[in-house]
């Protein structure tokens, strides 16, 4: 066996750890560590750096010794790692063997408990239970602090004069329980001078056992607890908390890219690119070839104009470029941002799929999370460069794209972006799913606040309470005197999670009756919950007017579109022409507040299995041992189940509706009625700021009660009161 290749390999590399010296038990100890890490799914990064610390230490440690030998091999063979530390250690302390050997013992101390951190392995340490018979053996200690405490102090003189004295009894839990009474109630709203727990337990009959008084603390410490958070209007949070390292999951779990395929040649591009210039000839428009991108999915080529050429007459000609190109699609960017050219889009004959994995795996994304936890990886451009936002400044996002275009898809590469970011603790996910297919992968999983959504009602109850939670929210900010979420978690040092809602499709929750109540909700939360970390993804295959409202639009400025059906819907989402020119397949265009023209980028795929297998390891990783109802939100699913809540508030705004203020209106509009002496709808709506809809309903009211006569073709109705 010392022959063998192995042994072999391991004995060299353990000679540069630790020399001659106790090489085969550190090595062995560094094998272990690294197996328990792998076995764990540990970061490796985080593996590396405590795995060679202890390493070093324990180094030092073995041949901290060798420093009292003359001469001493060791320090000639300077590629030792422990050299720089034990000459460090020599400075400080003077070649004494044993102060080096103690401070390293410090450091394999420290180190391995970060270890023991990191791998979440808790430790158990054993209970000091100091019991007194006689009075005379209690400490001093005891004594001064019940001066510090009235309750302390009657507890005390009672447990000297106390008949049952020779009971033990916990002196060290009743000097805790007065601290803790004393810290908890002069940070609580209300005073709490008249309500010593402790003297009238301890008046009406002593503690006869140590888990009596055990139990009585407890029991009080946590009444105090939850008072005091009640009093400081704190958010109601879930309990649960997950203390993981991120990314969350490996990068395993993801396909990774296969660019094996066929390529573009330049051939198919000059050839293109000749008949463009030629039929632009035919009309008068002089262009030369400038440049030429192959993207994924699209070939842009890239022509400059001459000087006295309109930019307009380049875009009327589109359908005959696409007769001489025999394309079926073709997009114009006149001019592209930056530069003279225009750049005339179109299908890559052999288009390249881009994963997931090569997106979240990259250097560029990787580097965007030190700074950010809210990254989403859009996929790539047409340069091939990797195009990622933050949605912490987006804040929001509307997404549409006709059926099959890859609006689904793209909306799970959104959400696993999010979760390998961050923890359960750090995001949480609020998602409607009318279709009830698209997302259900993600049920049970502790990002979530409340099952998949299907039911349109229910929906709006959930946006609705999510704006009981902004307001709530905004409270905390404003007591703490911070402006945002960052700064309040920066300022205190407390931790709130993000909530992102995400509606699969839109247009289901529009077309109910109370298509009002979503729109007002929805652009409600759009204006305001940037700050308190509460974000809306809208998607939709139906990108028209009735869905997608000008009210909404104007609160959401950062938009998606993938391929539609007309220039219309292109206009509806984008506010302007293109996105009827797509090539499908993930093929999509993105705007924000940051640019004026979208940008074309390929969006990564994700399949079913991919996201089942980082489900199942999420699952596995997160809810050991956990119940489902038990990571929901108690007042959520109060809400969504019994279709009732804990407040007015909350009542005030789930059941709030147009019929609700019917009657307040109706009132209304018999005095604007009465005063002005001319019944009509337009009068209605314009006086009492209302929509036309719910302005010719309170109308027909009247009607109906014989205040107002009927309509009479196009002649003014006739007052009758």
């Known amino acids: 066996m010392p022959d063998a290749p192995i042994f072999a390999l391991f004995q060299e590399i353990g000679q540069i750890f630790v020399g001659d010296l106790w090489l085969m038990i550190v090595m062995g100890l560094a094998i272990l560590l690294w197996a328990v890490y792998l076995k764990k799914d540990q970061n490796i990064i985080s593996c590396v750096k405590w795995s060679w610390l202890l390493v070093l230490c324990i180094s030092t440690l073995l041949n901290g010794s060798a420093v009292q030998s003359d001469p001493i091999p060791y320090l000639q063979q300077w590629w030792y790692i422990s050299w720089p530390m034990i000459q460090l250690l020599k400075m400080a302390f003077g070649p004494d063997p044993m102060a080096m050997q103690s401070i390293a013992i410090v450091g394999i101390i420290v180190v391995f408990g970060m270890l023991l951190y990191q791998l979440n392995v808790t430790v158990t340490l054993p209970s000091i239970n100091i019991q007194y018979k006689d009075k005379d053996q209690v400490p001093s200690w005891v004594t001064k602090s019940a001066k510090l405490h009235p309750s302390l102090a009657k507890s005390s003189s009672w447990a000297q004069s106390s008949p049952s004295s020779e009971s ?263 998602m409607v799913d009318p279709k009830q297919v698209e997302m259900e992968l993600y049920s049970w999983l502790p990002y979530q606040l409340c099952p998949i959504i299907t039911d349109p009602e ?138 004026k023209h979208p940008i074309r980028v390929q969006a990564p795929f994700v399949d079913t299995g991919e996201i089942e297998s980082i489900v199942t390891y999420l699952k596995d990783k997160y809810m050991n041992g956990i119940q489902e109802s038990e990571i929901y939100h108690p007042q959520l699913m109060e809400i969504l189940e019994k279709g009732s809540s804990t407040s007015d508030a909350y009542a005030e705004l789930l059941w709030w509706s147009d019929d609700a203020d019917d009657d307040a209106l109706m009132r209304q509009a018999i005095d604007v009625i009465a005063d002005s002496r001319r019944a009509s709808t337009t009068q209605l709506q314009k006086k009492l700021s209302i929509w036309f809809a719910r302005a010719s309903r309170i109308m027909d009211m009247l009607e109906d009660r014989g205040i107002v006569w009927p309509q009479e073709g196009s002649k003014p109705r006739e007052v009758l009161i």
């Open 168 to 430: 033990p009894q916990s002196w060290w839990l009743l000097w805790l329980w007065s601290r803790a009474t004393t810290a908890i109630t002069s940070s609580a709203t209300q005073p709490a001078a008249n309500n010593d727990f402790t003297t009238q337990w301890l008046q009406q009959s002593g503690p006869t056992s140590d888990a009596e008084l055990k139990s009585f603390v407890k029991s009080k410490v946590a009444e105090k607890l939850w008072v005091s958070s009640s009093a400081d209007k704190e958010i109601s949070k879930t309990t649960m908390t997950f203390g993981w390292d991120v990314p969350t999951y490996p990068l395993r779990l993801l396909t990774a890219s296969d660019r094996s395929g066929s390529q573009v040649d330049t051939s198919f591009i000059e050839n293109k690119a000749q008949q463009i210039i030629s039929k632009l000839w035919e009309f008068g428009i002089q262009v030369s070839l400038q440049w030429y991108n192959i993207g994924p999915s699209v070939v842009q080529i890239m022509i400059t104009p001459a000087t006295w050429v309109k930019i307009s007459s380049i875009d009327s000609h589109k359908d005959d470029m696409m007769l001489a190109l025999k394309t079926k699609s073709l997009r114009i960017i006149a001019p592209i941002p930056g530069t003279d050219s225009v750049g005339i889009e179109i299908p890559n004959p052999y288009p390249q799929m881009i994963r997931l994995h090569e997106l979240i795996g990259s250097q560029e994304f990787i580097a965007a999370t030190k700074d950010n936890t809210t990254n989403i990886s859009l996929g790539k451009s047409i340069e091939w460069k990797l195009v990622v936002k933050s949605l912490e400044k987006m804040p929001h996002l509307l997404v549409a794209g006709a059926t099959g275009q890859g609006k689904s898809v793209w909306l799970n590469d959104f959400i696993l972006s999010l979760m390998i970011q961050n923890t359960p603790d750090q995001i949480k996910f609020v």
């Open 458 to 595: 229910q929906a709006l109850k959930a946006l609705k309470w999510c704006a009981i939670e902004m307001d709530e929210r905004y409270t905390v900010l404003k007591n703490a005197r911070v402006k945002n979420l960052a700064e309040y978690v920066e300022k205190t040092g407390e931790s709130m999670y993000r909530i992102v809602i995400v509606i699969d499709e839109l247009a289901d929750l529009m077309m109910t009756g109370k298509k009002k109540d979503v729109e007002l909700v929805i652009a409600r939360i759009a204006q305001k919950a940037r700050a308190v970390g509460i974000h809306l993804i809208l998607a939709t295959q139906r990108p028209s007017v009735n869905v997608i409202t000008g009210l909404i639009k104007a609160n959401i400025p950062c938009r998606v579109s993938f391929g539609v059906v007309s220039q219309i819907d292109s206009r509806t989402i984008l506010d302007q022409k293109g996105a009827e020119d797509l090539v499908g397949k993930w093929d999509m265009l993105y705007l924000d507040t940051t640019m």
